[in-house]
């Protein structure tokens, strides 16, 4: 199962090994505890501080739990940990040896003494690009404090228990029974929604926090752009991200970013943060700003949790999200049906229904991925014609169960109370009504920007795009702007980036002019 290259990289990183690892696999004679006992054996064999035992008894078959030998494991996986979900495997191992984390000390401090029980399940799809933040997160967990066990689900294997729970998206996290959260997580955001308390004394600390030269708003491309060609003017730059990477953390496959033939969203946006911090940067991670003041001695941005922060100028650069149908019955049946993310969800809606909204490259691209999985897909686009490429049309178009339906309105998600059972559209031609039954629906037409909390601080678009200028300032002086949230056509990653690199010059010609003009006079001799 594992090639002789990967054997030869598990022996190199199983060296690290502190603590002796016991494997113990709950197996049937099924085909995949067959796939399992054959990975788990590989994997044992590649370190003496391994071993393998197959006398598990875990209701959930085929499965493997991974721990310290001699101690009680905490940390299981029901189903095979390949693709995204080998290095999971990997840093379970070492993690649960004792060999320490690359997390910032205070976190595993918080990590190690959060009390009370906590019972963590994850269910994941293997083709999910985000589900291994937030398995790896819980496993690091469940290493350090004893009062933490997490299970790693894979939802196309157990498909009892995504019915039992009505899982419909990935990753969903269930804490002790009960829906704790939903989409990629790290560790810092699952440790501080346990945490509640550490709120306030986050926002003391960013309220102590000297004036900055340059703030950025947004930790994706274009913000971390910004920040790194502020920073290497040698003045105080920060960094506000409600998540760093932003939109391009849900990017499965780039092959545009020039120089680099191909690459993934989560692997680009690991590159990016540690070039951000190569350089003195004050990353301010999983913070939400509320509101912008420009004020007489700079501007002023309070965040979510109360706290302000001060600085000489601001460039945002808060991105783009996947804009939403805006239809009755989409909220209602979010992660119930009503999805956005085609290769993260699409795997729980095998053999079943399911229709694509747009038909641009995103909608197309969904159609043909999903038709190698569900039984049906049917794409719906408004205009009378599709927008994607011309050689995706024709793919499209080769697919024995995929039906296109143009001029068409989507009016309403249909649902029975928990979960989606149909779809009403409107046909533009005739304004005739039809309703479809089908399980799944996947949205994929286009962005919205991440602007609302700016209307009445800056100038924006009439589609709620802050309006820039060639050097990227906005309406006020001072404050810049970049990347997805901006007027700039061609909402493209490499855009993004240069708009954020011209920006942050932008505003560093603006303090130099800034600082000049508060001086005073020069004196020259007669």
């Not at 190690?112 to 994941?124: A, E, H, P």
């Not at 269930?174 to 004394?201: H, P």
């Not at 954020?500 to 020259?524: C, N, Q, T, W």
Request: hydrophobic share 40%; glycine share 10%.
């Amino acid at each position: 199962m594992l090639d002789t290259n990967l054997k030869t990289q598990l022996k190199a990183y199983f060296e690290k090994i502190v603590d002796p690892i016991t494997l113990v696999a709950s197996l049937d004679s099924s085909p995949s505890s067959a796939q399992m006992l054959e990975l788990l054996t590989e994997v044992a064999e590649q370190s003496e501080k391994i071993t393998l035992q197959t006398d598990g008894k875990s209701g959930h078959v085929p499965s493997f739990t991974v721990g310290k030998s001699g101690s009680d494991a905490r940390i299981t996986f029901s189903g095979l940990p390949m693709g995204h979900e080998m290095t999971s495997f990997i840093l379970a191992i070492l993690q649960a040896s004792g060999y320490p984390p690359k997390v910032e000390e205070d976190v595993i401090a918080r990590i190690k003494t959060l009390n009370g029980q906590f019972k963590f399940q994850t269910f994941i799809s293997l083709s999910c690009h985000n589900c291994p933040d937030v398995v790896q997160a819980l496993n690091l967990m469940a290493a350090l404090n004893p009062q933490i066990e997490h299970e790693m689900i894979d939802g196309a294997l157990f498909q009892g228990l995504v019915d039992q729970y009505q899982i419909m998206a990935v990753p969903t996290v269930i804490l002790n029974g009960e829906v704790f959260g939903q989409g990629r997580m790290g560790v810092e955001e699952i440790v501080a929604k346990l945490d509640t308390g550490s709120s306030e004394e986050e926002a003391a600390k960013l309220n102590a926090k000297d004036s900055f030269d340059v703030l950025v708003i947004g930790g994706g491309p274009a913000g971390s752009a910004a920040a790194i060609y502020a920073a290497r003017k040698g003045i105080r730059t920060g960094i506000v991200a409600e998540r760093f990477g932003g939109q391009v953390m849900d990017t499965l496959g780039i092959e545009n970013f020039i120089s680099v033939s191909h690459t993934e969203g989560p692997k680009l946006v690991q590159a990016l943060e540690q070039h951000v911090k190569s350089y003195e940067v004050d990353i301010m991670n999983l913070q939400r700003a509320n509101a912008l003041r420009k004020t007489a001695n700079g501007i002023e941005v309070e965040l979510a949790n109360g706290a302000v922060l001060n600085s000489k100028s601001v460039i945002l650069s808060t991105g783009a999200r996947w804009r939403e149908m805006n239809v009755p019955g989409e909220q209602e049946y979010r992660n119930k049906g009503v999805a956005y993310c085609p290769h993260c969800d699409g795997p729980l809606f095998k053999g079943k229904r399911v229709a694509v909204i747009g038909g641009g490259n995103s909608g197309v691209e969904a159609a043909i991925d999903l038709a190698g999985l569900v039984s049906h897909v049917t794409l719906i686009e408004f205009d009378s014609q599709l927008r994607a490429d011309a050689v995706l049309q024709v793919k499209l178009a080769s697919l024995p169960n995929v039906t296109v339906i143009k001029s068409a309105l989507t009016k309403e998600v249909l649902g029975d109370g928990s979960k989606v059972n149909g779809l009403r559209y409107q046909d533009r031609i005739s304004n005739e009504e039809h309703a479809i039954e089908l399980e799944g629906i996947f949205v994929q037409i286009g962005l919205l920007p991440n602007t609302e909390w700016l209307k009445g601080a800056v100038e924006l678009s009439p589609r709620g795009e802050v309006m820039v200028d060639a050097k990227g300032e906005t309406s006020v002086p001072g404050i810049f702007a970049a990347g997805d949230c901006t007027t700039v056509p061609y909402k493209q990653i490499i855009i993004a980036m240069g708009e954020g690199a011209k920006a942050s010059l932008g505003a560093f010609d603006y303090l130099i002019r800034h600082s000049v003009s508060e001086e005073a006079p020069v004196k020259v001799a007669a």
